[in-house]
């Protein structure tokens, strides 16, 4: 099972970016699949996933109202529109896919990050 996560990159404030996160390899009867972030010296924190299931959805405070997650319900898949971007949005962007069957058995992948940069 692999995870690959695509996007990310330098904009200006005000831009966009398109962070993308597919997983192949297996097919699970639910998951979530969403992204962290983390700058130097702080720790990781949420800033959107989605439930494949149920389509709840989850953004931080920071991402509300400028990012939006959606998910392809043929197969894992995620992407994650960020706009208006801002300077303190910087930093490594982790996708992350949680993944489990109803009988039993969980699977959970990392990203191995991807940069984003906010900057004029």
């Known amino acids: 099972v692999q995870l690959q996560a695509s996007g990310g990159g330098l904009v200006q404030p005000g831009g966009s970016l398109r962070l993308s996160c597919v997983v192949s390899?297996?097919?699970?009867?639910?998951?979530?699949i969403g992204w962290f972030r983390q700058v130097p010296g702080k720790e990781r924190e949420g800033v959107s996933y989605i439930y494949h299931r149920y389509g709840s959805i989850y953004y931080s405070d920071s991402a509300k109202g400028r990012f939006s997650i959606s998910s392809d319900n043929a197969k894992e898949t995620a992407s994650l529109q960020m706009n208006s971007l801002k300077p303190e949005d910087t930093a490594v962007y982790y996708c992350n896919a949680y993944l489990w069957n109803v009988l039993g058995g969980a699977l959970d992948l990392w990203g191995s990050g991807t940069q984003v940069t906010v900057s004029s």
């Open positions: 390899g297996a097919t699970f009867d639910d998951y979530a």
